[in-house]
């Protein structure tokens, strides 16, 4: 069966250390993941897109990979705050697939403590 | 900026009753989804459209309908409420498939 799962549902750390977000996808055939965050009771924002023929993507203090050999994407926020406090959700869109929506993983909920 | 806007951030209902849940875009998106979000269930997909007068169910569309008559508009309707359906319903809108997906703040529905 098809699968996105992030593999955490909550991750706690200090501010400053990096936050590392794994999101891994069972018979899909992605042809891009987006991450977005999303904050209690208020709707998801996006932060980053990554398509399947790019293995990095950068953005401030955030970055997210995509190996789909894998089928993971990695998503780190580096020098972490606590305003980073927030849950973070990967989703993916299929390949050849126009009209899809997107598919979305439950999240990882990230504490970041002072 | 995009913006995605949704009729009410917070909607009590009657167990019975018709409910109508409006979203507008503003960056003239053919795309428009809605979503409900439950506690450990995540995201799921209710219907989206593609386009003016389209539709296509999602995952979880039975007893729910929408509208789409306008481009910019997208309606989700509970043709008769109930308390299972108690939930956050979130609307989305994106240009193009290869395109970022913007979401409305949420309505947060409770039937009683």
């Known amino acids: 069966s098809q699968k996105i799962e992030q593999n955490s549902e909550a991750l706690n750390i200090q501010e400053g250390k990096t936050a590392t977000l794994t999101c891994n996808y069972t018979n899909y055939s992605p042809a891009y993941l987006q991450w977005y965050r999303q904050d209690p009771g208020r709707g998801p924002v996006f932060l980053l897109l990554?398509?399947?023929?790019?293995k990095e993507k950068r953005k401030e203090r955030l970055k997210v990979t995509f190996d789909t050999t894998l089928k993971q994407s990695l998503f780190h926020i580096t020098a972490s705050q606590p305003a980073d406090s927030a849950t973070y959700l990967c989703?993916?869109?299929?390949?050849?697939?126009?009209?899809?929506?997107?598919?979305f993983g439950k999240g990882t909920t990230l504490s970041v403590s002072s | 900026d995009v913006k995605v806007t949704q009729s009410s951030r917070y909607l009590v209902k009657r167990t019975g009753e018709k409910v109508f849940l409006e979203c507008v875009q503003d960056?003239?998106?053919?795309?428009m989804f809605w979503y409900r979000q439950d506690p450990g269930l995540g995201l799921r997909l209710i219907y989206f459209?593609?386009?003016?007068?389209?539709?296509e169910k999602g995952d979880i569309p039975e007893g729910y309908s929408v509208s789409r008559e306008k481009k910019e508009r997208f309606s989700l309707i509970l043709e008769s409420a109930s308390t299972n359906q108690t939930s956050m319903y979130l609307c989305?809108?994106?240009?193009?498939?290869?395109?970022?997906?913007?979401f409305g703040p949420g309505t947060r529905l409770l039937v009683l």
């Open positions: 989703a993916l869109a299929e390949a050849n697939q126009a009209g899809t929506a997107l598919i």
């Open positions: 989305a809108s994106r240009r193009t498939a290869q395109e970022t997906q913007y």
């Open positions: 459209s593609y386009d003016v007068k389209m539709k």
């Open positions: 990554i398509r399947e023929n790019e």
């Open positions: 960056m003239d998106h053919e795309n």
